[in-house]
C-alpha cells in the first residue's frame, strides 16, 4: 500500500518460474518456426508436464540442427508438408514472422491440427476471417499467443476485479516501449504490422480481458516513422470501453522504457505493477 491512499503497487521484477503445468493428457506438438521466438516456446514447452515436442519445420537448416540439438528433438524438416504428414502430431505452434501465419495456420487446419499462433493474428481482416473459417471447418482449436493472460501478476489483477475488491473499473493503462527488433521482416512494411500490431496488441488484449467488456471506441496518434518504414512506430491509444472504463495503451519501438508500467483505478481501490528488465 502506498501511504494512506488506497493504491496498491506489485514489484513484478521477479516472476515465479518453473512451475509445472499439469495437464490429463500428453499431448504431441510440432514447432513451425527456428527463430528467437521459437526457442522461448521451446524453452516453456519444457515446463508443461504432458506437452512433448516431436519435431520442428524451418528453412534455415544449420539453425535447425543447432535448436534441435539443444531442446533435444530428434526430427526437424525444411518443409511444412513433411511435418504435417506425420500421424504423431496433434497440434502445431506457429512461431513464424506475422506475413507467413495465413498460409501456414489455413494449411495446419486442413491437415486436421490445433494451432496456438504467435500473435498477431495476421496483417488483415481479411486474413484473419479466412483462417478463422478454416479453423471452423477443422473444428480444431485455434489460439492465439496473448502470455499476459498467464502471467502471476495479471491474474491476480483480474481475481481481484472479479472479486469486486477494486470496485467498479474506470481507467486501466499500459505503457511499454523497446528497440525495433533487428529480424529484417520487423522492417518491411508490407510484411510487419508496425508497433500497434507487433507489441501494443499484447496490452489491447490484456485491457479488454481484465475489463470482460468490449471497445466501442478508439482515439489514437502516431508520433510519425522515425525510422522511415512505412508503419507507425510510437502510438498512443485511448479506448472507450462498453462498460464505460477508460484504457489507455503507450507503446514504442524507437525508445526503451527499461521497464513496463501498468496500472488499475477502481472506485474503491487503484493498483499499480511495476516490471523492469
Not at 521466438?37 to 540442427?65: D, T, W, Y
Not at 506425420?86 to 506475413?99: C, K, L, Q
Not at 520487423?186 to 500490431?197: F, I, N, S, W
Request: with cysteine; glycine share 8%.
Amino acid at each position: 500500500k502506498v501511504g494512506n491512499t488506497n493504491c496498491y503497487e506489485l514489484d513484478c521484477s521477479t516472476q515465479t518460474a518453473g512451475k509445472l503445468l499439469d495437464m490429463e493428457e500428453l499431448i504431441r506438438i510440432g514447432i513451425v518456426g527456428n527463430g528467437k521466438m521459437a526457442r522461448r516456446h521451446l524453452q516453456a514447452f519444457k515446463k508443461v508436464r504432458g506437452a512433448r515436442i516431436i519435431a520442428v519445420v524451418g528453412r534455415n537448416e544449420p539453425s535447425l540442427c543447432n535448436i534441435c540439438s539443444k531442446f533435444n528433438i530428434k526430427n526437424y524438416y525444411t518443409k511444412l508438408d513433411d511435418l504435417l504428414s506425420r500421424s504423431d502430431i496433434d497440434a502445431v505452434d506457429v512461431v513464424t514472422p506475422t506475413y507467413t501465419h495465413d498460409e501456414i495456420v489455413r494449411k495446419c487446419f486442413g491437415a486436421g491440427r490445433h494451432v496456438l499462433c504467435e500473435k498477431p493474428i495476421s496483417l488483415s481482416i481479411a486474413q484473419a476471417d479466412r483462417m478463422i473459417e478454416a479453423q471452423r471447418k477443422a473444428d480444431k482449436i485455434f489460439m492465439i499467443g496473448f502470455p499476459l493472460r498467464f502471467s502471476p501478476e495479471f491474474i491476480y489483477a483480474k481475481e481481484l476485479i472479479e472479486k469486486g475488491n477494486l470496485g467498479k473499473i474506470k481507467v486501466a493503462w499500459f505503457r511499454r516501449g523497446k528497440s525495433l527488433p533487428e529480424p529484417l521482416w520487423y522492417h518491411d512494411k508490407d510484411k510487419c504490422g508496425g508497433v500497434t500490431a507487433e507489441l501494443a496488441v499484447h496490452y489491447i488484449d490484456y485491457l479488454r480481458w481484465i475489463m470482460g467488456a468490449e471497445v466501442e471506441s478508439v482515439v489514437a496518434e502516431a508520433s510519425g516513422d522515425i525510422y522511415k518504414l512505412g508503419k507507425e512506430d510510437n502510438v498512443w491509444a485511448l479506448y472507450k470501453f462498453s462498460n464505460g472504463a477508460i484504457g489507455v495503451v503507450g507503446s514504442s519501438y524507437s525508445f526503451n522504457f527499461f521497464e513496463q508500467d501498468a496500472g488499475i483505478i477502481g472506485d474503491k481501490i487503484s493498483l499499480r505493477f511495476h516490471r523492469g528488465r
